[in-house]
T-cell receptor, first 114, second 114 residues
Framework: KAGVTQTPRYLIKTRGQQVTLSCSPISGHRSVSWYQQTPGQGLQFLFEYFSETQRNKGNFPGRFSGRQFSNSRSEMNVSTLELGDSALYLC?????????????FGPGTRLTVL | KQEVTQIPAALSVPEGENLVLNCSFTDSAIYNLQWFRQDPGKGLTSLLLIQSSQREQTSGRLNASLDKSSGRSTLYIAASQPGDSATYLCAGTCAMNRDDKIIFGKGTRLHILP
């Protein structure tokens, strides 16, 4: 069974640009969560999608948005990039609709904003 | 506000020793606590998930315990090996402002000395 995949793995953008990251969950998983990891703040929860609906949301500005498609694949978009958005972006999928179910992570997308 | 703390931030031990990693959380109203391993530049690998109704989980040389009353979880690694070198993160799932969120600690960077 294939794991969680994320594309692209590495991305370099400049300030003011926008970026879209993609996450394909494990087959059969309907929940996808997104996280930002930085050396200073550690791992921070962005949002979670379940059955194409945003179910939970972290404390990030509106520049960070996401969506989920009917096949459970999810995309995350960051508009008007800032230097501080440089981070490793991780997505995780889980099987059940319960928020307490086990999460499985992808390898991440390393975003560098210049 | 739920906070998850991991102490120490880094740990070096000789190969073969048993060791304990600590995780503490401020709000006992957590749904579960999950331990992860992260290798440099990689995503997270789920190690153990303890539901709020459980007290411990075991997988191979790993044993994780959860004490909600004291706000603590420990990850015990028996007979450590150089391949155990990684960053270990704990994460608690809890309700915050009507949303369910997963809060991560900043991790303990473990180095097993051959």
């Amino acid at each position: 069974k294939a794991g969680v995949t994320q594309t692209p793995r590495y991305l370099i953008k400049t300030r003011g640009q926008q970026v879209t990251l993609s996450c394909s969950p494990i087959s059969g998983h309907r929940s996808v969560s997104w996280y930002q990891q930085t050396p200073g703040q550690g791992l921070q929860f962005l949002f979670e999608y379940f059955s194409e609906t945003q179910r939970n949301k972290g404390n990030f500005p509106g520049r960070f948005s996401g969506r989920q498609f009917s096949n459970s694949r999810s995309e995350m978009n960051v508009s008007t990039l800032e230097l501080g958005d440089s981070a490793l972006y991780l997505c995780a999928s889980s099987h059940s609709g319960q928020v307490a179910s086990e999460q499985f992570f992808g390898p991440g997308t390393r975003l560098t904003v210049l | 506000k739920q906070e998850v703390t991991q102490i120490p931030a880094a740990l070096s031990v000789p190969e073969g020793e048993n060791l304990v990693l600590n995780c503490s959380f401020t709000d006992s109203a957590i749904y579960n606590l999950q331990w992860f391993r992260q290798d440099p530049g990689k995503g997270l690998t789920s190690l153990l998930l303890i539901q709020s109704s459980q007290r411990e989980q075991t997988s191979g040389r790993l044993n994780a315990s959860l004490d909600k009353s004291s706000g603590r979880s420990t990850l015990y690694i028996a007979a450590s090996q150089p391949g155990d070198s990684a960053t270990y993160l704990c994460a608690g799932t809890c309700a915050m402002n009507r949303d369910d969120k997963i809060i991560f600690g900043k991790g303990t960077r473990l180095h097993i000395l051959p």
